[in-house]
């Protein structure tokens, strides 16, 4: 008899995936410890596990897994063969219909006009407070994407509008906003792309208490502070309307102390994202707003699962001893703000558990 672990080395299933197929009867343990309920498997269940496996790595549904195990046990090859090639024609009728449809978003692409090209005609000069702009950009930085094939993520957005400069940055899984007040810049609203680089270097000479100046000339922007610059291109990329991102109101609010709950996470918990590619922490609001960490496997309307990498960066970008998590549907991206600074907070998506 193989244990649950052991079953889970040898197969490359999960331990969480044995325990969910299971309660589906897809896979059923020989025996279940009637006292403890652990779970215990015959060796020749193995294969039906490695086979399980490679049925979840083509995307085949459950109910069709169900009756390839079913048919696998009793050497019903015919109906095996059938059941896979029905999956591999719905895949590629699938992947037919993707292209077509991304065909035409090319064409709709192609036919839209770049609102950041208008957005970035105006030559700006102002100025900014450093410590402000400093904070901001600590805020945000963390948030910037590294992928190469989305360079127009590879910055963060100077958005200029008013008396207000925000600076986000995304990489899809996270998005950071933060403010800080301008001066000397009465123009209509004015959008670049600061490559991360140059915003590093515009951050090293963050660190006098008096103002800066920024500049703005078609693709070029400059940072001056006192007899020291830097300055450099633009990404000739649009950015996301990230407004439309924004959390919505009426969430669930709570506070959390920061050294505490970053020492839970990193001693805590953790679970396996559906690719099994980083550690993810499972948080559970309670009814009075304590936020824990959730080590059952069990499906809870109440958790979200994030990236826990993610998550400890944006606690230490968030510089508070406290700061405040906003909670919507398990599906819905988590905030963190800060409690003195409402405009200053960064987003994360949920991750789906391994099932």
């Known amino acids: 008899m193989r244990s649950i672990g052991e ?14 197929y299971d309660r589906a009867g897809v896979l059923v343990p020989a025996w279940v410890d009637p006292v403890s309920g652990y779970r ?6 193995v294969e039906e596990a490695r086979l399980l496996a490679w049925l979840r790595r083509a995307g085949m549904p459950l109910a069709d897994i169900r009756l390839v195990l079913a048919s696998w046990s009793g050497a019903d090859t015919d109906l095996v063969r059938k059941l896979l090639e029905a999956h591999l024609r719905r895949l590629e009728q699938g992947l037919s219909d993707a292209r077509s449809a991304f065909s035409a978003l090319r064409a709709l692409l192609d036919h839209r006009e770049n609102v950041m090209t208008s957005l970035r005609m105006a030559a700006v000069r102002l100025s900014v407070a450093a410590p402000e702009l400093a904070a901001a950009l600590d805020t945000v930085r963390f948030a910037a994407s590294t992928d190469p094939e989305l360079p127009m993520l590879g910055g963060v957005l100077f958005d200029i509008e008013g008396e207000s400069l925000h600076v986000v940055a995304t990489d899809r899984y996270r998005m950071a906003v933060a403010r800080a007040g301008v001066a000397g810049y009465d123009g209509s609203r004015v959008q670049v792309v600061v490559p991360t680089p140059l915003v590093d270097a515009m951050r090293a000479l963050l660190d006098g208490e008096g103002p800066v100046r920024l500049s703005l000339d078609g693709d070029r922007v400059t940072l001056e502070a006192g007899d020291r610059q830097a300055a450099g291109q633009c990404l000739d990329h649009g950015f996301p309307d990230y407004r439309r991102l924004l959390p919505q109101a009426g969430r669930r609010r709570t506070v959390v102390e920061v050294a505490s709950f970053r020492e839970a996470l990193e001693t805590g918990p953790v679970r396996s994202g559906e690719a099994g590619a980083h550690d993810l922490s499972v948080l559970r609001v309670e009814d009075g707003g304590t936020v824990t960490l ?3 496997v069990d499906e809870d309307p ?7 990498e993610f998550l400890l960066a944006a606690l230490a970008a968030g510089a508070r001893d ?27 998506m949920p991750v789906r558990l391994e099932n």
């Open 322 to 348: 406290r700061l405040v998590l906003e909670f919507g549907a398990p599906t819905a991206p988590i905030a963190i703000r800060r409690p003195d600074d409402e405009g200053a907070f960064s987003m994360l």
């Open 40 to 45: 215990w498997y015959e060796p020749e269940q």
């Open 302 to 308: 109440n958790r979200v699962a994030l990236n826990r």
């Open 294 to 296: 959730w080590g059952d």
């Open 7 to 20: 079953m889970a080395r040898d197969s490359g299933l999960g331990v969480s995936a044995l325990r969910f």
